[in-house]
C-alpha cells in the first residue's frame, strides 16, 4: 500500500496522503487520508478519495448532491484504476454507494408516518403524505435523527 501511495503522491503532486483511520478527502487542505486493512479495496477506497481531489468536490448541497458526487469520485476511481492498471470490483463500488444511498433513504423517512419526504432546499425534509417537516444532522458518519420541526 505505501508504494501505490508513494506512486499516486507522484503523479498528483497537488493531493498531500497522510495515514488515518480512516479514508476521506479533506477539500480544505487538498489532503487524502487513507487507512491500511491489508484488504484490496484499500487501494480502490484510496482511488476514490483522489478522485474527490481531482474532481474538486467541497462541500455538498443536498443528499442527492452528495450522491453525485460519491458516483462521480468512483466513476473517476476507475478511470484511474484504468491508467494504473488495477481492477476495482464492481460489486465493491455499488455496496458504497449503497451505503449513500440508504443514509439518504433513512434521513428521508418521516418520523411520524415513515414514508418518504423530500428535502427542501433549507435541508429540513416535508413528508407529502402527512404534512410533518423535520430536521436532520448534516453529519454524514452519524446516525440520522430526525427532529420534527412543526406540524402542517
Not at 455538498?60 to 468512483?74: F, R
Not at 423535520?134 to 406540524?151: D, G, H, I, K, T
Amino acid at each position: 500500500m505505501e508504494k501505490f501511495v508513494r506512486k499516486l503522491q507522484k503523479a498528483y503532486p497537488d493531493i498531500t496522503f497522510e495515514l488515518s483511520d480512516n479514508f476521506c478527502w479533506h477539500s480544505s487542505s487538498k489532503v487524502v487520508t487513507y487507512y491500511i486493512t491489508g484488504k484490496e479495496s484499500d487501494i480502490w477506497s484510496t482511488l476514490h478519495e483522489v478522485g474527490h481531489g481531482l474532481l474538486g468536490h467541497t462541500d455538498y448541497e443536498s443528499d442527492t448532491d452528495l450522491i453525485q458526487k460519491e458516483l462521480a469520485a468512483w466513476d473517476k476511481a476507475l478511470q484511474l484504476a484504468k491508467l494504473l492498471k488495477v481492477a476495482i470490483d464492481q460489486d465493491h463500488v455499488e455496496d458504497c454507494l449503497d451505503s449513500y444511498r440508504d443514509w439518504a433513504h433513512r434521513r428521508s423517512s418521516c418520523p411520524v408516518c415513515s414514508l418518504q419526504g423530500i428535502q427542501k432546499p433549507s435541508g429540513s425534509y416535508y413528508c407529502l403524505n402527512c404534512a410533518h417537516v423535520w430536521v436532520v444532522s448534516q453529519e454524514r458518519l452519524c446516525r440520522p435523527y430526525r427532529r420534527l420541526v412543526a406540524n402542517k
